[in-house]
């Protein structure tokens, strides 16, 4: 059986070739109902764009695309302005999306459905795994960020997080904090950062004879304020000694910040409190907060590099971090 075509997938859904083509590529107006349905078929028919075809048409775009989970996570949108930066030093034009970590939309995009043609693709999976990754229809250039795609046969970009929070609980130690709590455990759900956060969090505390309780192990649904400040709520009533905090996140760490505010209790005096992520909101809040810093920029350079030259682009890059010491620890 020859190539799927588009003119297959239109005879199948009961529309033209050209409706499916704005589908594919982006372009033109259709209902968001046979959206659903076109894509649905281009699945199951196992269309594939012709990249080469495409690139006949067209030559390279001077676009990439950026998937991102959450632009309203301060991480995220910070890290898309770096890439957005870099790229134009590289006068590359990007267009951003925002997955919200759902499969259908991170299937969708690593496709090459519903948006135009590019040069490349930089997506920060949550829900996909490295064999759906495997299986995408596209062919354009992808390399991944983050940790949640394990192995894989296509380029990635990372921070050693399980070095970075061993680090982060390490640095609360040497201050000579002992009961030091963590918050961001995730039960379910995308959780691979919680995991690796959490698995650095507990070899510190190993590593000098500090016996984990797990009592001071706070789970959270998200890595938000809200999340934080209800976390360290628990913590409070529980009635479980602490003296500090790693949290997984900067917004989880400035949530659990305002709680220790409302509830008297003054940080570092009585709590000290490391976050990760080194968003600009930490360096302005009361106290200013110390946190793991990975190297944004790094991160955006390194994968615009990986893009460029694909072919000979190691597996994995694992992007350097630092402990920035601020007033909270």
Not at 10 to 25: C, E, Q
Not at 103 to 114: C, L, T, Y
Not at 146 to 157: A, L, N
Request: hydrophobic letters at 45%.
């Amino acid at each position: 059986m020859g190539r799927t075509t588009l003119k297959d997938v239109g005879d199948h859904v009961g529309v033209s070739a050209k409706t499916v083509s704005n589908v594919v590529n982006g372009t033109g107006w259709v209902r968001e109902d046979l959206k659903v349905r076109i894509r649905e078929a281009l699945v199951e028919l196992g269309y594939r764009p012709n990249a080469a075809a495409r690139q006949l048409r067209s030559g390279r775009s001077g676009m990439i695309a950026v998937a991102l989970p959450d632009l309203s996570q301060p991480y995220f949108a910070e890290l898309a302005s770096e890439l957005v930066a870099a790229a134009e030093d590289r006068s590359i034009t990007v267009l951003i999306n925002q997955t919200n970590g759902h499969a259908d939309a991170e299937r969708r995009i690593s496709d090459g459905i519903g948006i135009p043609v590019m040069d490349g693709l930089i997506l920060s999976p949550l829900a996909l795994s490295a064999d759906d990754l495997a299986t995408r229809l596209d062919t354009t250039p992808i390399v991944l960020l983050g940790e949640h795609i394990g192995e894989s046969p296509f380029p990635h970009v990372t921070v050693d997080n399980t070095a970075a929070s061993q680090a982060a609980t390490a640095h609360l130690i040497a201050s000579g904090r002992r009961r030091i709590a963590a918050i961001g455990a995730q039960p379910s759900g995308p959780n691979e950062t919680s995991e690796l956060r959490l698995n650095g969090y507990r070899a510190a505390l190993e590593s000098v004879g500090i016996a984990v309780d797990e009592r001071l192990i706070c789970t959270v649904e998200e890595f938000h304020r809200g999340d934080g400040a209800l976390a360290a709520e628990r913590l409070i009533d529980s009635g479980v000694a602490f003296d500090a905090v790693f949290a997984f996140n900067d917004l989880l760490a400035l949530g659990a910040m305002h709680t220790f505010s409302a509830r008297g209790i003054r940080v570092p005096e009585d709590v000290a409190i490391v976050g990760f992520d080194d968003i600009e909101e930490g360096r302005f809040s009361t106290p200013s907060l110390t946190t793991v810093s990975p190297d944004k920029a790094a991160i955006a350079r390194a994968a615009l590099d990986l893009l460029a030259d694909p072919s000979t682009s190691p597996i994995e890059t694992i992007i350097p971090f630092q402990i920035m010491r601020r007033a909270s620890a």
